[in-house]
């Protein structure tokens, strides 16, 4: 079945950049995922890539995507304090069916 | 973007008792509805796909006796737990499906007593 993995907590210093690394291992995903949430709250989307692209940028935002090795990453430029959460990977086969997430990556930003 | 909104944010219940969870899309039509559970400092792990007017699909090891599911329009689906165990006690996350996007509402705490 599939398998996301991402590690489980990363410290960073305000104003640095953040990288947040998931690896999956289903070939046929579609759509990769970067979700943030926050204590107590749900989930809020961040961005998605589609499978055959490479890179996509939104604002302070950077995913990168590898294929080959099926790697996926999120980098956060200029990290706020506002950004410590938790953020989760996912994947899916199509476009708005059930997602598969990764354990989660605890970001804490220090300032 | 569009909201998911469930009801309620928490509850506490005594052993045995049944929880009704409710969740709602407020400004868009969802024909597929997911439910997810997720522990403390745990992943959230699908429980159930729920299509609108039809029976729900539920992942493997999921008992669909105990978490009955009725997805009854385009707007509303439940999530029933019955006969509540404080081993159900965990976070109850659903999801809403429009188009290529899934939007999550703020999440159920449950705690069996």
């Known amino acids: 079945g599939e398998d996301v993995e991402q590690s489980l907590f990363l410290s960073v210093r305000e104003g640095d950049s953040s990288v947040i690394n998931c690896t999956y291992t289903d070939s046929s995903s579609t759509y990769l995922y970067w979700y943030k949430q926050e204590p107590g709250a749900g989930l809020q989307l961040l961005t998605y890539?589609?499978?055959?692209?490479d890179m996509k940028q939104d604002q302070r935002l950077t995913v990168l995507l590898n294929k080959k090795d099926k790697h996926l990453s999120l980098r956060i430029a200029d990290t706020q304090t506002g950004d410590s959460a938790i953020y989760f990977c996912?994947?899916?086969?199509?476009?708005?069916?059930?997602?598969?997430f990764g354990g989660g990556t605890r970001v804490l930003v220090k300032p | 973007g569009a909201v998911v909104s469930q009801h309620p944010s928490w509850v506490i219940c005594k052993s045995g008792t049944s929880v009704k969870i409710e969740c709602r899309s407020l400004?868009?039509?969802?024909?597929?509805m997911f439910w997810y559970r997720q522990f403390p400092k745990q992943s959230l792990m699908l429980m159930a796909t729920?299509?609108?007017?039809?029976?729900?699909?539920?992942e493997q090891g999921v008992e669909k006796d105990k978490f009955l599911i009725n997805h009854a329009s385009l707007t509303l689906s439940t999530l029933t737990v019955t006969s509540a165990h404080p081993e159900d006690s965990s976070f109850y996350i659903c999801?809403?499906?429009?188009?290529?996007?899934?939007?999550f509402g703020p999440g159920t705490r449950l705690t069996v007593l």
């Open positions: 890539i589609f499978s055959n692209m």
């Open positions: 400004d868009f039509q969802a024909t597929t």
């Open positions: 999801s809403a499906s429009a188009d290529t996007e899934q939007f």
């Open positions: 729920s299509n609108e007017g039809s029976k729900a699909t539920y």
């Open positions: 996912a994947e899916s086969h199509d476009a708005g069916n059930k997602l598969t």
